[in-house]
């Protein structure tokens, strides 16, 4: 017989028992459905994931750090100045090398003034795809460039819903700076008012003695610098600029990397950065330590950044580029390694719920067991008179693997069929609950080619696999005994 015709006479004998064939198929039909919707969750997430770096250019993305402080490696006292931005961007396989240079304003906008924080980025930076998912307008033009983007959390904050609406509007930028003059300036206020008491106050014969010497020093030093702190931060000037609108950003969670309320143009806010000292305290403390707190205004070369990014050439293996920074003296993280991470992590989370449909699918395979053998003891006089017309062992036992192949086949498709339907349920529960509690909907179930492959295929290996016995029993059936049963 052709394989053709063993599974017409496979179908023909499954449909004699329609209610045993029924609830064997059922059961393999349930196991594959369980399969397939619970490893469609993990693929689904997987590929979002996927989608997410890839949109976003996570795959050609590096951030590099400044080691810690108390690493014994940090001890050189390496920075991420500009001067290590240029060797950054010079390493083979980087296409760009930008800092993370954020600084805190004050946003006016019509009748709406709200604090929020702003980012200086080059020209080439917006170009790349981690910066240039817009929802409308067009980035700026120029690194100096009168301009701002604005994302759609500050649209948010400012009650705005309609994006195009802002496009071409202008948005003052405005920020106190304190200045060493306005520091120094209190203190020789304070020596033209206190001068005269403090000559008076002075027991020039103690002088002589250490211990007084001493205190009076630290007495006068902690005044002075009460007045020059004073002076610092209470006597602040405010500087502003006007830009224009020119488009608003997409922002997307995206981990480490960091996107401010409001996009600046890298020369335009060096104004903003280079002038003086925010009123932020951290960043009176950052230029103490890296030495340009008495820096003229607009020198950029003291400046250190807490990290700087890279933008990868995808031909160049991000390791090569990682093992190149470390080499440097500095700290890198590169997303493409954190997504082998991840990958890893799916994989054993599909076989955790592989693990689960395949026991079911074992339980299946129970029931197709004792149809198969139920089928035998039925059959008796069909494998006497097959096997009395010239039918060996193999042909019989062929006939058997056939027919729980057939179960194996119906129950794999359905199954299929029943995931799908389990997993688009799911998805559309899922997304209704991100809408109601305001988060970005997302598809958190895929059914890619190879899932289905791989279902149909354990679908029918352990059917065929469970009629292994019952098949090999039918081909031992002694054909003299079987019609003579008769």
């Known amino acids: ?40 969750f993990g693929a689904g997430n ?3 994931i996927s989608k ?4 976003l250019g996570l795959f050609n993305t590096m951030q590099v750090y400044p080691k810690a ?50 980012q200086a980025l080059p020209t080439g930076a917006i170009k790349t795809k981690l ?44 920020m106190k700076i304190s200045t060493i003059d306005s520091g120094f300036g209190y203190v020789l206020k304070g020596l033209r008012e206190q001068g005269a008491d403090l000559i008076e106050k002075i027991e020039f014969d103690s002088l002589l003695h250490a211990n007084y010497r001493n205190r009076l020093i630290r007495s006068e030093a902690n005044s002075v610098a009460k007045q020059f702190m004073n002076g610092f931060l209470n006597a602040r000037e405010t500087i502003s600029d006007t830009l224009k609108v020119c488009g608003i950003l997409q ?51 003291g400046r250190n950044f807490p990290e700087v990014t890279l933008d990868l050439d995808p031909r160049v293996p991000y390791k090569q580029i990682k093992d190149s920074v470390e080499a440097f003296g500095f700290k890198a993280f590169s997303f493409a390694e954190q997504f082998d991470e991840i990958r890893k992590m799916f994989i054993y989370f599909d076989m955790a719920l592989a693990m689960i449909g395949l026991i079911a699918l074992t339980t299946a395979s129970l029931g197709i ?91 029918i290996v352990v059917s065929v696999l469970a009629g292994l016995y019952p098949a090999t029993r039918a081909a031992h059936v002694d054909p003299v005994e079987a019609l003579r049963g008769e």
Not at 16 to 40: N, P, Q
Not at 70 to 98: F, H, M
Not at 144 to 160: D, P, Y
Request: aromatic content about 8%.
């Open 52 to 55: 997410q770096f890839d949109e």
């Open 369 to 459: 067991v004792n149809t198969m053998v139920m089928s035998i003891l039925e059959r008796k006089r069909e494998i006497g008179v097959l096997k009395s017309l010239g039918a060996d062992d193999n042909d019989i036992r062929f006939l058997f693997l056939v027919e729980s192949g057939v179960i194996g086949s119906i129950g794999a498709v359905a199954g299929i069929f029943l995931g799908w339907l389990i997993s688009r349920a799911a998805s559309g529960v899922a997304q209704y609950y991100m809408t109601r509690q305001g988060l970005p909907t997302a598809e958190l179930f895929a059914l890619p080619p190879w899932l289905i492959l791989i279902a149909l295929a354990i679908g």
């Open 1 to 40: 017989m052709t394989f053709r015709d063993l599974v017409a006479v496979s179908l023909g004998n499954l449909m004699r028992m329609k209610l045993r064939t029924f609830l064997t198929v059922s059961g393999v039909l349930i196991a594959i459905a369980a399969f397939v919707s619970m490893l469609s």
């Open 46 to 48: 997987q590929a979002y």
């Open 131 to 174: 910066f240039s998912q817009l929802q409308s307008g067009t980035p700026f033009s120029g690194d100096s460039t009168r301009q701002a983007m604005l994302t759609e959390s500050f649209l948010k904050k400012i009650g705005v819903t309609d994006s195009d609406s802002i496009i071409g509007k202008t948005i003052i930028i405005s």
């Open 251 to 301: 922002q997307k969670r995206m981990g480490r990397i960091k996107i401010e309320s409001i996009i600046v143009p890298a020369k335009t806010a060096l104004r903003f950065s280079t002038t003086g000292i925010s009123g932020d305290p951290t960043q009176l403390f950052e230029a103490m330590n890296s030495g340009t707190l008495f820096a003229e205004p607009g020198d950029t070369d």
């Open 69 to 118: 402080k108390n690493d014994s490696v940090a001890a050189d006292g390496k920075a991420l100045d500009n001067s290590a931005i240029e060797r950054l961007s010079r390493l083979p396989g980087v296409n760009l090398a930008y800092p993370y240079d954020a600084f805190s304003v004050s946003a006016q906008m019509g009748d709406s003034t709200i604090s929020a924080k702003a």
